[in-house]
């Protein structure tokens, strides 16, 4: 089990209960975008929404394993230049 940050704990209006049912998880692919309208435009498209699991924010969403290459590819094509972080 992973101790929470004492600011994390204390300023955060979880519950006990809550903080103790939270699950921590590594290495989970992620995506950030610089405007929630490209993760929109994502979402709504038929094959590139397949690789995304969870929209954790306007800006956020988490990918789905092995899904990574795909949608980096599927950006450069539609003329992004996606940073690739490997944390």
Do not use: F
């Not at 704990?9 to 992620?30: C, F, Q, T």
């Not at 800006?59 to 795909?70: H, L, Y």
């Amino acid at each position: 089990m992973v101790e929470l940050c004492r600011n994390v704990r204390y300023g955060s209006s979880m519950s006990n209960k809550a903080i103790k049912d939270m699950v921590l998880h590594e290495n989970v692919p992620m995506i950030e975008v610089a405007d929630g309208v490209l993760l929109d435009a994502l979402l709504a498209d038929r094959t590139a929404s397949r690789w995304i699991a969870a929209r954790l924010s306007e800006r956020v969403a988490v990918i789905m394993p092995g899904s990574q290459d795909a949608l980096i590819e599927r950006l450069r094509r539609q003329g992004h230049l996606p940073k690739v972080l490997d944390e």
